[in-house]
Structures are given as structure tokens and as C-alpha cells.
């Protein structure tokens, strides 16, 4: 593997669809570092992942950048006695918790109340999180509302923790079946919390981040995006979600579901790990 080639690849194409790094990091959802290391090659042996991000932002083939990246061993790939081949993690609520941390931490500051915050951040949530409005918008109304200068990153950030249990599991259920994150968040956020070790450093067959898709859940688009990047059919699916509309719109659609109950994980991740036993 040529880490220096790919890099060469890698920034010619971007430069091709006329994107600075740092515009190619907003629409992509990878961190600058990252990118930038990739195009120095720093990085030795990029996942597939940040691969498929690069070329889906682009808007090319991912084979005309996969032909410069080394092929790892195929993990073994099993089935439940339900026929679950590939199982979704929810990001928030699941992997990592800690955005009611967030608010009360930002209400303290204000001297408002942790409703005032939400009444504000709810409002433009869905927005920011499909890639349709900018994270500044978001902290544009909390200033105003709140009288004080706001950074939403900062507080979300040093508000999470990883979920008890979650690293383990997600481990574990990676060593049997193919896995992904199905989440909906805000941009840039899913790389920054896998290089912060908030969310477990897998080998993730696929992450939909609904910020890069411009879909959300439970909207149906971003499921048929997930099924697809899985390459399963909808009954080999297995999501794992805290809410409950996200797992009914799921489940319509064949999947299966199970509810992450994030106030009782060790109990959730028992029955999750009890229904996933390979065959």
C-alpha cells in the first residue's frame, strides 16, 4: 500500500469537485485532521468507512479509491437464529449519553432554565442534523435567547461519556456480524467522538451519519440509505435505538429492532447480547 498514492488520489479528486478541506470536512462529517493526514499519507491502511465517506461526498465510485487501499481480512460473518446478519447502533442514547448534561450545564451558565435550552435547541435540531442548517444557526438562537455566547460542540462534547457496557458489546457483536451506526447528529460530530474513545473504535461496516445523508430518522430515506450500505435485506437487520418512533418506522420497513433502554444499559445489553448468540 502506497499511503502517499492514495493521498495524491484522494486530494486530486477533491480539488476536482472544487472543494477546499475544510468544506470537504463539513459536508463529509470527517474531522480536518483526519483528512489532512489521509492526504499526506499519514494514515496507514484508511477503513473502508472513510473511504466510502470520501468518495460519497465526491460524488464518485468508491472502487476508484479502494483500488489504492489494501484489503483487510474478511471478519467472520454469522447469523442469529432470526437471521440477523447486521446489526445498527443508535449513536445518542445508546452509544454514548450525556446531552441532558449539556443542557443543565448551559442552563447554569445562562442562569436559565435546562427547558429554556431545550425549548431553543429542539427547535432547530432536525434542521442541523439533516446538513440543512449550519451548527452556528443553532448557536445564534441559544445566544440571543440565552444572552450569552454559545458553542453547542463544546457543551455536547464535554457533556458525553461512553455508555457502561457499550465498548464490550459493540466488540463482541462486530467479532460475529457486519455492523454500522445509524445515527442522527449534527455535522462533524461522529468522527471527533470515535477519536475521542466516546464511542467505541470498531471496524463499523458502515456509518450513516444522518448530517452527510441529509435524511433523519424515522424518515423512511434514511433507512433505505442504511439498507443499502449494509448490502442485507431488511429481515437481516437488526436496530438498536432508545426511541421508540425511530424502531416503529424500522420494523415497518422488515427490520428488527430492539429498544436500548440508556438508564438501565446493563440490562439492555444483556438482552441484546442474549438475542444476537450465533448460530
Not at 45 to 63: C, E, H, K
Not at 194 to 210: F, M, N, Q
Request: hydrophobic share 40%; with cysteine.
Amino acid at each position: 500500500m502506497d499511503e502517499k498514492r492514495l493521498g495524491a488520489v484522494v486530494q486530486r479528486a477533491r480539488q476536482a469537485a472544487g472543494y477546499t478541506q475544510q468544506a470537504m470536512c463539513q459536508r463529509s462529517g470527517l474531522s480536518y485532521s483526519t483528512l489532512a493526514k489521509i492526504e499526506r499519507g499519514a494514515i496507514k491502511s484508511p477503513s473502508v468507512f472513510t473511504i466510502q465517506q470520501i468518495a460519497d461526498t465526491l460524488g464518485i465510485p468508491i472502487d476508484s479509491l479502494l483500488s489504492n487501499v489494501p484489503k483487510k481480512p474478511i471478519r467472520q460473518q454469522r447469523s442469529s437464529k432470526n437471521g440477523i446478519r447486521f446489526v445498527y447502533f443508535d449513536m445518542n442514547g445508546c452509544l454514548v449519553r450525556g446531552i441532558n448534561s449539556a443542557f443543565a450545564k448551559l442552563a447554569e451558565d445562562s442562569g436559565t432554565s435546562p427547558d429554556t435550552v431545550e425549548t431553543v435547541f429542539w427547535q432547530y435540531n432536525d434542521a442541523v442534523c439533516r446538513g440543512e442548517q449550519s451548527v452556528d444557526t443553532l448557536n445564534t438562537a441559544l445566544a440571543e435567547r440565552l444572552g450569552i455566547m454559545v458553542d453547542w460542540y463544546q457543551y455536547y462534547l464535554e457533556a458525553q461519556e461512553a455508555m457502561p457496557g457499550m465498548s464490550d458489546l459493540v466488540h463482541w457483536v462486530s467479532n460475529n456480524y457486519r455492523i454500522g451506526i445509524l445515527t442522527n447528529t449534527m455535522p462533524n460530530l461522529v468522527q471527533p467522538m470515535i477519536e475521542k474513545g466516546l464511542v467505541p473504535k470498531a471496524p463499523y461496516d458502515a456509518i450513516i451519519d444522518s448530517a452527510v445523508v441529509h435524511a433523519i430518522k424515522p424518515e423512511e430515506r434514511i433507512y433505505q440509505i442504511a439498507a443499502e450500505k449494509a448490502g442485507a435485506a431488511p429481515h437481516e437487520i437488526l436496530l438498536i435505538d432508545d426511541d421508540r418512533p425511530n424502531l416503529v418506522t424500522a420494523s415497518k420497513l422488515g427490520w428488527h429492532t430492539m429498544k436500548f433502554q440508556s438508564y438501565q444499559p446493563e440490562e439492555a445489553i444483556v438482552a441484546i447480547s442474549t438475542a444476537l448468540q450465533p448460530i
